[in-house]
């Protein structure tokens, strides 16, 4: 008789294209988690940024009150550290850093109001005062995410230009 080979894979042949197939699987699992941690701290980023722009703007606008009402230009803006809200006409001296977290209400205005849905956000606005007609301010988020802590930080300077 004439022994017959049978074709097919044997078991070590199938048990290695397994464990190939299966690191090729983890590899790209790992590359689809990554992103989507990225895409997070890149969204909490973008959020920061317009809360610091937003706490400089607040400043400006209330500079931009005080000439409109004919009152000096840095009226109610003197060397300290604030926390202040879009519908605030100035800012509120900061006695300690739990006043700075913000929230955010039924508007989708960040607040800070302790009633609304809490975020992980807190503001602090310094305001500078440099000379009788300039000041320096300082915006600064910070947040956490995954158990680190980070932070954005914008400056401007304002000055007496009316």
Do not use: C
């Not at 044997?10 to 699987?25: C, D, R």
């Not at 301010?137 to 980070?150: A, E």
Request: charged share 20%.
């Amino acid at each position: 008789m004439k022994s017959q080979k049978l074709k097919g894979f044997t078991l070590i042949e199938i048990i290695t294209v397994l464990f190939v197939v299966s690191l090729g699987l983890i590899g790209v699992l790992s590359l689809i988690i990554q992103n989507i941690q990225s895409q997070s701290i890149n969204r909490r980023s973008i959020i920061a940024y317009q809360l610091a722009q937003e706490g400089i703007e607040l400043v400006r606008k209330t500079r931009d009150s005080n000439w409109a009402n004919g009152d000096i230009w840095n009226k109610n803006l003197v060397s300290g550290s604030y926390y202040m809200d879009p519908l605030d006409s100035i800012p509120q001296f900061m006695a300690s850093f739990d006043q700075a977290t913000l929230y955010k209400n039924d508007d989708g205005l960040y607040v800070h109001e302790v009633s609304a849905t809490p975020t992980p956000y807190k503001r602090i606005i310094v305001i500078d005062n440099l000379t009788a007609y300039s000041m320096r301010v300082y915006s600064r988020v910070v947040w956490s995410d995954r158990n680190k802590v980070f932070n954005y930080d914008l400056e401007t300077l304002l000055y007496d230009w009316h």
